[in-house]
């Protein structure tokens, strides 16, 4: 069984694009399509900065 077929819209002419495409078969502008798989989750370190005191209470 295969997957189903996403398009995009080829941002140089507009035609319905298959994502995985490496280019538009139309105009032949480069296709790049970011996968949720293509980006890795950072992770950030608490921030444990101070917060600015209020003296005037």
Excluded: F, W
């Amino acid at each position: 069984m295969t997957a189903p077929l996403n398009h995009v819209t080829c941002p140089h002419c507009g035609n319905d694009v298959d994502d995985r495409a490496p280019a538009c078969p139309k105009c032949g502008e480069k296709i790049y399509v970011i996968s949720p798989g293509d980006i890795t989750p950072t992770r950030h370190p608490p921030d444990n900065t101070p917060s600015p005191r209020n003296d005037d209470q």
